[in-house]
């Protein structure tokens, strides 16, 4: 079955430092993938997306995500973290053999040290 | 410029009451989904119409049904509200399906 999976629940990092979001997906064929991120209280705004090509995606924010096929997996990284960046991040597939749903992985809470 | 909007934004119910979530897009997308987010934040698609025709409905209970009255709107709508339908839906769209999803900014229902 298709899946997302985002090991870290929460993950903790002092500004200025950089940032690494693990995101491992299950799909059959080649996958479309995003990275959102949701503010608290607010919706989800799309930071960057994998439909084919250049493995390495830039997206808004000064965020970047890398395509490893072999690894099955999409990380999202910030070569430096902004206090601004603390949030909700979420990894999702997208199947577009089934109306282009989208599976969401679980998340991962961003906070961001002083 | 409001992208994808949702009315109400937040919602505060009796359980056993009927309620309509509202949902437009301006972005000229032909696809509609609803999502619901639960307490510990989990994303989980509900419905998606293209072209006002539904082509997505995920194992939710019948007591939910969506409406699309044109390619801009989709509506939810939810009979006999039970406890455990307190969450945050979710409106959102995009140009065809398996393209990049944009997302209105939530409703927070919540029934007593």
């Known amino acids: 079955a298709q899946s997302v999976t985002q090991p870290d629940i929460h993950i903790t990092v002092s500004e200025g430092a950089s940032l690494e979001l693990r995101c491992n997906y299950s799909y059959g064929a080649t996958p479309y993938l995003f990275w959102y991120v949701q503010s608290p209280g607010q919706g989800l705004q799309l930071l960057l997306k994998y439909f084919s090509g250049d493995t390495l995606v830039q997206g808004i924010k000064g965020f970047e995500a890398e395509f490893k096929r072999s690894q099955s997996s999409f990380n999202l990284r910030k070569p430096s973290v902004h206090w601004s960046d603390a949030a909700e991040y979420f990894c999702?597939?997208?199947?577009?053999?089934?109306?282009?749903?989208?599976?969401f992985g679980q998340g991962t809470e961003l906070s961001v040290k002083p | 410029d409001t992208a994808v909007s949702q009315t109400p934004k937040y919602l505060v119910t009796q359980m056993g009451n009927d309620k309509s979530i509202k949902c437009e897009q301006n972005?000229?997308?032909?696809?509609m989904y609803w999502y619901k987010q639960d307490s510990k934040k989990f994303l989980k698609i509900m419905f998606s119409?293209?072209?006002?025709?539904?082509?997505i409905n995920e194992t939710v209970p019948n007591r939910f049904s969506p409406k699309s009255p044109d390619k801009a709107h989709l509506n939810l709508h939810i009979n006999s509200l039970e406890l455990g339908d307190s969450a945050v839906y979710f409106c959102a769209s995009s140009h065809g399906g398996g393209k990049e999803q944009f997302f209105g900014p939530g409703t927070r229902l919540t029934v007593l």
């Open positions: 972005l000229g997308h032909d696809t």
């Open positions: 999702a597939v997208a199947l577009y053999n089934q109306g282009g749903k989208l599976i």
């Open positions: 119409y293209n072209n006002k025709e539904l082509i």
